[in-house]
């Protein structure tokens, strides 16, 4: 019997051993989608407690505490940070098979030293190691920790109107990390969402002009993209219900413009043939600049709708959702590139059904510009557990090329996701591992290391002309 957590978790084969500790363990993390605050990053924050760390706001963890019967005023109510923690570390070992019981358990082992187990019991003992942890070392400290877990760029999440101020005060004050902004124009695409006309107010306030028509939107979205290039950003992201392409007349986006600003409701025809005209405009931009478009959809929404009003968006009310997005995929991929226009697309749906067509649908568009230029991005979400990235890995690798792929994500707001690569780079280690160890693929070291190698950092950094 294996024991829990040694330097060979999930590496159960002696050709997983040598990939993940002579190639992987050592590479670069290019963290090219995250949710973290450029802000933190900026003043690198100190956090006074674990709870502040881990729990402020992740919502993974906040999922698995209500699942566990605990009171909201714990997780995201007004209890101590002591109380909160208490309850967490209670409910930790309920979740086996989950991946966030491996994720605590990699993180307080590299960040904290700490190699025992969490749960209600040792609580006690694990809060005063990391109080102590978090008071004196200076590798916990926001820039500590990227720097600690060997991070070479950081790709943030950001609003098309941001003035994007701590980019550049990062970008003048030289820290060594590549931080970079992502373009995010979800609040102008999805105009069916609560707080669009809101937020039309203040693109038009950070262009300077009024926008009565879908191209002048068109237009001030490419103004700011073209601000975005400027600070250095390579990326831009897109989270839709599903994937949308119906062109539509002018007219009728004008007219869809003219009635979501009054508070009128939308019909499916005007709200998709919005989302297709903007989706449109800006993938030409992306790929004129040599950006790269990321898609993610199949995701429901605040599902419940009481939670929704008593918290807000974005607490851990989502799930998957079943939606018909290959055809829409199709369309757009194939009228971007009879206009010459197509970017490198990276491509997320969080229903792990879609892996087979997502994967036979990357080969019909690939390019000569990249390897791999039309990607099947990392097991996203309720996805990213050992099954998920092995069967995402799996299904690349049986309908497409698998090393060419760019490689895990945190996309995460906590600076102790990193731990998520190693599990990552483990579970494909192990993957490879055994497909040599079965006769599958020769032991070739020299070259599987180099496979590696390429998946965990190389691959990214090309892709996103790093």
């Known amino acids: 019997m294996e024991s829990f957590l040694t330097d060979d978790f999930l590496l159960d084969t002696p050709?997983?051993?040598?990939?993940?500790?002579?190639?992987?363990?050592?590479?670069?993390?290019?963290?090219?989608?995250?949710?973290?605050?450029?802000?933190?990053?900026?003043?690198?924050?100190?956090?006074?407690?674990?709870?502040?760390l881990w729990l402020g706001g992740?919502?993974?963890?906040?999922?698995?505490?209500?699942?566990?019967?605990?009171?909201?005023?714990?997780?995201?109510?007004?209890?101590?940070?002591?109380?909160k923690f208490q309850k967490f570390a209670e409910a930790l070992p309920r979740a086996i098979g989950n991946p966030m019981y491996h994720w605590c358990h990699l993180e307080l082992k590299n960040y904290f030293g700490y190699t025992g187990v969490l749960n209600g019991s040792t609580a006690q003992e694990v809060w005063d190691l990391c109080a102590?942890?978090?008071?004196?070392?200076?590798?916990?400290?926001?820039?500590?920790?990227?720097?600690?877990?060997?991070?070479?760029?950081?790709?943030?999440?950001d609003d098309p109107c941001s003035p994007l101020v701590w980019h550049e005060k990062l970008a003048?004050?030289?820290?060594?990390?590549?931080?970079?902004?992502?373009?995010?124009?979800?609040?102008?695409?999805?105009?069916?969402?609560?707080?669009?006309?809101?937020?039309?107010?203040?693109?038009?306030?950070?262009?300077?002009?009024r926008l009565t028509t879908a191209q002048e939107v068109c237009d001030a979205l490419c103004e700011r993209i073209a601000f975005f290039d400027a600070h250095?950003?390579?990326?831009?992201?897109?989270?839709?219900?599903?994937?949308?392409?119906?062109?539509?007349?002018?007219?009728?986006?004008?007219?869809?413009?003219?009635?979501?600003?009054?508070?009128?409701?939308?019909?499916?025809?005007?709200?998709?043939?919005?989302?297709?005209?903007?989706?449109?405009?800006c993938a030409q931009e992306y790929a004129r600049r040599g950006w790269v478009m990321q898609l993610h959809f199949s995701c429901m929404r605040n599902p419940n709708s009481r939670m929704l009003e008593q918290l807000g968006p974005d607490t851990g009310f989502d799930c998957i959702a079943v939606t018909d997005s290959c055809a829409a995929a199709h369309r757009m991929l194939d009228a971007l590139e009879r206009e010459n226009s197509l970017p490198k697309t990276v491509l997320y749906s969080l229903n792990p059904a879609d892996n087979a067509?997502?994967?036979?649908?990357?080969?019909?568009?690939?390019?000569?510009?990249?390897?791999?230029?039309?990607?099947?991005?990392?097991?996203?979400?309720?996805?990213?557990?050992?099954?998920?990235?092995?069967?995402?890995?799996?299904?690349?690798?049986?309908?497409?090329?698998?090393?060419?792929?760019?490689?895990?994500?945190?996309?995460?707001?906590?600076?102790?996701?990193?731990?998520?690569?190693?599990?990552?780079?483990r579970i494909l280690c192990a993957l490879l591992g055994r497909w040599v160890e079965n006769g599958e693929y020769p032991a070739d070291m020299e070259t599987l290391g180099g496979l590696v190698q390429d998946i965990?950092?190389?691959?990214?950094?090309?892709?996103f002309n790093l």
Request: with cysteine; hydrophobic share 35%; glycine share 8%.
């Open 357 to 425: 067509w997502l994967d036979s649908l990357l080969g019909a568009f690939q390019g000569p510009e990249i390897p791999g230029k039309i990607q099947h991005g990392s097991a996203w979400w309720f996805n990213d557990h050992k099954t998920g990235m092995t069967e995402q890995l799996t299904s690349l690798a049986n309908l497409g090329v698998l090393g060419n792929f760019i490689g895990m994500l945190t996309d995460s707001r906590s600076l102790l996701s990193y731990a998520r690569h190693e599990y990552f780079r």
């Open 15 to 52: 050709a997983a051993r040598t990939l993940y500790h002579t190639y992987a363990a050592g590479m670069p993390i290019i963290d090219y989608h995250c949710h973290i605050d450029p802000h933190d990053i900026y003043e690198d924050r100190r956090f006074e407690t674990i709870t502040r």
């Open 58 to 83: 992740d919502h993974y963890k906040w999922r698995l505490m209500r699942s566990n019967g605990v009171a909201e005023s714990y997780i995201t109510g007004d209890r101590s940070d002591r109380e």
């Open 172 to 209: 003048a004050d030289g820290f060594a990390v590549k931080v970079l902004p992502s373009f995010r124009p979800d609040p102008a695409v999805n105009i069916h969402k609560p707080g669009f006309a809101a937020w039309m107010e203040t693109l038009e306030q950070r262009v300077g002009r």
């Open 456 to 463: 965990c950092c190389n691959n990214a950094r090309r892709y």
């Open 232 to 281: 250095g950003c390579r990326s831009a992201d897109h989270g839709l219900d599903r994937m949308v392409w119906r062109p539509v007349p002018q007219t009728t986006a004008d007219r869809a413009l003219t009635k979501a600003r009054r508070g009128e409701a939308l019909t499916p025809e005007e709200i998709e043939g919005w989302q297709t005209l903007l989706l449109h405009r």
């Open 132 to 157: 102590e942890k978090l008071r004196t070392d200076s590798r916990l400290s926001a820039r500590g920790l990227i720097l600690s877990s060997n991070v070479e760029m950081i790709g943030t999440t």
